[in-house]
Protein backbone atom coordinates (compact mmCIF):
# COMPACT_ATOMS: atom_id res chain seq x y z
CA UNK A 1 0.00 0.00 0.00
CA UNK A 2 2.81 2.52 0.54
CA UNK A 3 4.86 1.88 -2.62
CA UNK A 4 1.21 2.35 -4.23
CA UNK A 5 0.39 5.39 -2.13
CA UNK A 6 4.00 6.82 -3.18
CA UNK A 7 3.13 6.35 -6.85
CA UNK A 8 -0.19 8.75 -5.91
CA UNK A 9 2.84 11.92 -5.14
CA UNK A 10 3.00 14.84 -7.77
CA UNK A 11 1.55 16.57 -10.55
CA UNK A 12 -0.19 14.46 -12.92
CA UNK A 13 -3.61 14.14 -14.51
CA UNK A 14 -6.08 12.46 -12.43
CA UNK A 15 -9.30 12.29 -14.02
CA UNK A 16 -9.20 8.28 -13.79
CA UNK A 17 -9.78 8.90 -9.85
CA UNK A 18 -12.13 11.79 -10.78
CA UNK A 19 -16.50 11.09 -10.45
CA UNK A 20 -18.77 12.99 -12.57
CA UNK A 21 -20.18 15.63 -10.49
CA UNK A 22 -23.73 14.89 -10.08
CA UNK A 23 -26.37 16.78 -12.04
CA UNK A 24 -23.85 17.52 -14.90
CA UNK A 25 -25.26 17.28 -17.97
CA UNK A 26 -23.62 15.50 -21.41
CA UNK A 27 -21.47 15.88 -22.61
CA UNK A 28 -19.39 16.38 -19.49
CA UNK A 29 -16.26 17.96 -20.63
CA UNK A 30 -13.53 17.08 -18.15
CA UNK A 31 -10.50 19.30 -19.86
CA UNK A 32 -12.55 22.49 -20.00
CA UNK A 33 -12.58 21.70 -16.18
CA UNK A 34 -8.99 20.77 -15.93
CA UNK A 35 -7.76 17.51 -14.11
CA UNK A 36 -4.15 18.10 -13.41
CA UNK A 37 -3.71 18.19 -9.63
CA UNK A 38 -0.77 18.09 -7.44
CA UNK A 39 -0.10 15.66 -4.08
CA UNK A 40 2.51 16.34 -2.00
CA UNK A 41 2.14 13.60 -0.08
CA UNK A 42 0.41 10.17 0.52
CA UNK A 43 0.79 8.22 3.48
CA UNK A 44 -0.12 4.54 4.67
CA UNK A 45 -0.33 4.95 8.58
CA UNK A 46 -0.48 1.52 10.59
CA UNK A 47 -2.81 2.34 13.72
CA UNK A 48 -2.67 -1.05 15.19
CA UNK A 49 -5.15 -3.30 15.30
CA UNK A 50 -5.44 -4.31 11.54
CA UNK A 51 -6.04 -0.23 10.83
CA UNK A 52 -4.39 1.75 8.62
CA UNK A 53 -4.98 5.66 8.14
CA UNK A 54 -4.41 7.18 4.88
CA UNK A 55 -3.09 10.61 4.66
CA UNK A 56 -3.43 13.24 2.08
CA UNK A 57 -1.60 16.41 1.56
CA UNK A 58 -3.00 18.09 -2.52
CA UNK A 59 -3.33 21.04 -3.82
CA UNK A 60 -6.78 21.00 -5.04
CA UNK A 61 -8.93 17.59 -5.41
CA UNK A 62 -11.71 16.70 -8.18
CA UNK A 63 -15.20 15.30 -7.17
CA UNK A 64 -14.53 12.27 -5.26
CA UNK A 65 -10.66 11.71 -5.69
CA UNK A 66 -9.91 11.03 -2.25
CA UNK A 67 -12.12 8.69 -1.71
CA UNK A 68 -11.56 6.57 -5.05
CA UNK A 69 -7.96 6.90 -4.06
CA UNK A 70 -8.70 5.40 -0.58
CA UNK A 71 -10.70 2.43 -2.70
CA UNK A 72 -8.00 1.50 -4.80
CA UNK A 73 -5.42 1.41 -1.61
CA UNK A 74 -7.76 -0.77 0.35
CA UNK A 75 -8.13 -2.66 -2.49
CA UNK A 76 -4.40 -2.91 -3.03
CA UNK A 77 -3.94 -3.78 0.51
CA UNK A 78 -6.68 -6.63 0.54
CA UNK A 79 -5.35 -8.05 -2.76
CA UNK A 80 -8.15 -7.54 -4.76
CA UNK A 81 -5.72 -5.16 -7.10
CA UNK A 82 -1.99 -4.60 -7.30
CA UNK A 83 -0.18 -1.77 -7.60
CA UNK A 84 0.18 -2.29 -11.11
CA UNK A 85 -3.39 -1.46 -11.52
CA UNK A 86 -3.02 1.81 -10.10
CA UNK A 87 0.03 2.51 -12.43
CA UNK A 88 -2.12 2.36 -15.09
CA UNK A 89 -4.97 4.21 -14.47
CA UNK A 90 -2.14 7.25 -13.43
CA UNK A 91 -0.38 6.30 -16.93
CA UNK A 92 -4.27 6.74 -18.82
CA UNK A 93 -5.68 9.95 -18.05
CA UNK A 94 -7.77 10.40 -21.38
CA UNK A 95 -10.00 7.30 -19.36
CA UNK A 96 -13.29 9.17 -18.90
CA UNK A 97 -14.57 10.49 -15.80
CA UNK A 98 -16.78 7.97 -13.91
CA UNK A 99 -20.61 8.44 -13.34
CA UNK A 100 -20.85 9.60 -9.41
CA UNK A 101 -23.78 7.71 -9.28
CA UNK A 102 -21.80 4.18 -10.12
CA UNK A 103 -18.21 3.49 -8.39
CA UNK A 104 -18.79 -0.19 -10.67
CA UNK A 105 -16.65 1.15 -13.56
CA UNK A 106 -14.41 3.44 -15.64
CA UNK A 107 -15.99 4.78 -18.30
CA UNK A 108 -13.27 3.86 -21.45
CA UNK A 109 -13.06 -0.04 -20.24
CA UNK A 110 -10.91 -0.32 -16.68
CA UNK A 111 -12.45 -3.02 -14.77
CA UNK A 112 -15.58 -3.72 -13.62
CA UNK A 113 -15.43 -2.87 -9.98
CA UNK A 114 -12.17 -0.43 -9.95
CA UNK A 115 -12.09 1.20 -7.62
CA UNK A 116 -15.00 1.45 -5.31
CA UNK A 117 -14.63 4.82 -3.47
CA UNK A 118 -14.36 4.91 -0.07
CA UNK A 119 -17.69 5.42 2.03
CA UNK A 120 -17.57 9.39 2.91
CA UNK A 121 -18.39 8.38 6.44
CA UNK A 122 -15.09 6.90 7.22
CA UNK A 123 -13.45 10.18 5.77
CA UNK A 124 -12.37 13.70 7.69
CA UNK A 125 -11.30 16.76 6.18
CA UNK A 126 -8.84 17.69 8.96
CA UNK A 127 -7.63 21.26 7.65
CA UNK A 128 -7.50 23.78 4.89
CA UNK A 129 -4.89 25.65 4.18
CA UNK A 130 -4.97 29.07 1.78
CA UNK A 131 -1.06 30.54 0.45
CA UNK A 132 2.05 30.21 0.25
CA UNK A 133 3.22 29.58 3.67
CA UNK A 134 0.94 26.76 4.38
CA UNK A 135 1.38 25.17 1.54
CA UNK A 136 5.00 25.06 1.21
CA UNK A 137 5.93 22.96 4.60
CA UNK A 138 5.19 20.81 7.58
CA UNK A 139 2.72 21.46 10.06
CA UNK A 140 1.90 20.57 13.06
CA UNK A 141 -1.76 19.15 13.86
CA UNK A 142 -3.67 18.80 17.51
CA UNK A 143 -4.65 15.07 16.79
CA UNK A 144 -1.11 14.21 15.77
CA UNK A 145 1.97 13.46 17.96
CA UNK A 146 4.48 14.96 15.05
CA UNK A 147 4.27 17.44 12.15
CA UNK A 148 2.60 16.60 8.71
CA UNK A 149 2.62 17.52 5.56
CA UNK A 150 5.04 18.57 3.03
CA UNK A 151 8.25 18.80 3.72
CA UNK A 152 7.47 16.63 7.53
CA UNK A 153 10.37 14.60 8.88
CA UNK A 154 9.17 11.28 9.94
CA UNK A 155 10.64 9.85 12.83
CA UNK A 156 9.49 6.37 12.64
CA UNK A 157 8.64 4.12 9.77
CA UNK A 158 4.46 4.15 9.66
CA UNK A 159 4.69 -0.06 8.96
CA UNK A 160 7.44 -1.32 10.98
Known amino acids: ??????????????????????GSA???EASALGTVRTVAEAAVVDEGGGCVRLDFVLKGALYKMVRNFAGALV???AGRRSGDDVA????????????????????GGVGAGWPKPAPAHGLTLESVYYGAP?????HAHPLLSEPIGFGAVSTRDPLS
Open 88 to 107: ALLATPQQSLRSSGSGARLA
Open 134 to 138: AWGGA
Open 26 to 28: PPY
Open 75 to 77: DVG
Open 1 to 22: MRTTAAALVGERDFRAFANKPR
